[in-house]
């Protein structure tokens, strides 16, 4: 059985972008089950919150947002008879990623996530490491230099 691992926070957004992945398999009926791992990713509280919700209110209504999310997906996903298994992430995405590919045996992923204006959102798996910089690279840049000589000019020509 196939695993895909899918994050999710928006289930209308979710459901689009699942939409022809379950019309393909509704019209091939020779696709094998697949199992789901829907992993629902919580609106980000502000820290200012603390001082009048408590930590266990805090975590009852994440609880309950989660729930009601997966009751509006998973029927989605259920159409064909494939297995889901629902996640609450509850610290940062690439470590939980690394904790369920790890369980699962899994490389499918896919970030179901409403994109949201002006704000930048947590990374699912961690980015990769820059090359290093190789040593035929001069240290300083053409362009900087050029604009460094031209404002010495401009500062002795006064």
């Known amino acids: 059985m196939e695993t895909v691992i899918v994050y999710i ?9 699942l ?10 009926t020779q696709l094998p089950p697949v199992h ?3 992993v629902a990713c ?3 509280m502000t820290h200012r919150i603390s001082k009048w919700v408590s930590h266990s209110a805090r975590e009852n209504w994440r609880a309950k ?3 009601k999310l997966f009751n509006e997906v998973s029927p989605w996903l259920r159409q064909r008879g494939d ?3 629902e996640v609450l992430a509850k610290g940062p995405l690439t470590e939980l990623q690394a904790q369920l590919a790890g369980e699962h045996r899994t490389q499918h992923l896919l970030d179901a996530r409403r994109p949201k204006l002006g704000h930048d959102m947590q990374p699912v798996v961690a980015p990769a490491e820059a090359p290093a910089p190789s040593k035929k690279q001069p240290p300083w840049s053409l362009p900087g230099a050029i604009a460094g000589i031209f404002g010495l000019v401009l500062v002795l020509a006064e």
């Open 19 to 28: 939409a022809s992945v379950l019309d393909a398999g509704a019209t091939d």
């Open 9 to 17: 926070d928006d289930a209308a957004y979710a459901r689009q972008q």
């Open 83 to 85: 297995r889901i298994t």
């Open 36 to 38: 789901w791992v829907l």
């Open 65 to 67: 947002w989660s729930d």
């Open 42 to 44: 919580a609106p980000r």
